[in-house]
């Protein structure tokens, strides 16, 4: 799909784990300019801390933004962490998120502009809903998964 709008896109990410450690899962809501999902997507990523799946689902879903053409992206998470640590508020001082961190980074290269907003959960029930469907079937979940997936099917931490 190319870009059908020049205006900004919002990307939601969620990730969350039941047991922290536990089994784990990621999901993204891509919209175009326009508001329109162009990508809906939960993946089951085995074991893992909640932070890590926070991570999953952004760099998935960065990702996926790219291979669709997008060049302005705000990024809506209800992670506050994760939030604070890509706009440089905070250090990644645990070892096991510099590595997803850096991925995250470099993938904010593929843009002209980036920015992070901290929402509240309840404006982020549409990723929450599919990395928890991902978890409870412990499978991936969600509109055209294929679609969602950059041009060498990366976008996982895992």
Known sequence: MQLSS???WVLYTDGGSRGNPGPAGSGFVLRDGSG???CAAGYFIGEATNNRAEYDGLIRG???AASHG???LEVR???????RQMTGRYRVKNDGLKEPFAR???LM???DHVSFVHVPREENTEADRLANEAMDERRSVGDAIEACED???QGTLF
Not at 77 to 83: A, F, G, K, P, T
């Open 6 to 8: 020049p205006a900004h």
């Open 36 to 38: 329109a999902a162009v």
């Open 62 to 64: 960065l990702s996926s």
């Open 70 to 72: 997008c060049r302005s």
């Open 77 to 83: 998470m209800d992670s506050e962490l994760i939030v």
């Open 104 to 106: 995250a980074k470099a």
């Open 109 to 111: 290269g593929r843009f």
């Open 151 to 153: 041009e060498e099917g």
